[in-house]
């Protein structure tokens, strides 16, 4: 069973950083992409950034410049570091990975962490 666990998130004043960090595990045999996505109350799930196999990388407007992702391939692991922090960006963050178990890949998702910015 594939699992994504995200941990880093926390209560954060304006204007500071942290460091998201999401590990894969179980039967897997590769991850295509991964990346991460945030949900604020009352809005819609928005990619954030995400990395693709080859290190290939895409970033939301919002966040660019402010936020960098990263991965090690060889421990299943995508982090997103998170620096010059607004209220706009408190919501709950999630993991996705693009993931093949067999033939087909799925997409996986972690649990949510919690990201609070305030002023």
């Known amino acids: 069973q594939v699992q994504l666990v995200e941990s880093g998130g926390d209560l954060v004043q304006v204007g500071g950083s942290l460091r998201l960090s999401c590990t894969a595990s179980g039967g897997f045999l590769e991850i295509r992409s991964m990346g991460w996505y945030r949900q604020a109350p009352g809005k819609q799930r928005e990619l954030v950034a995400s990395?693709?196999?080859?290190?290939?990388?895409y970033y939301a407007d919002s966040v660019k410049g402010r936020f960098t992702i990263s991965r090690d391939s060889a421990k299943n692991t995508v982090s997103l570091q998170m620096n010059s922090l607004k209220p706009e960006d408190t919501a709950v963050y999630y993991c996705?990975?693009?993931?093949?178990?067999?033939?087909?890949?799925?997409?996986?998702w972690g649990q949510g962490t919690q990201v609070t910015v305030s002023s």
């Open positions: 990395i693709g196999g080859d290190g290939s990388t």
């Open positions: 996705n990975g693009d993931i093949r178990t067999w033939v087909l890949f799925h997409a996986y």
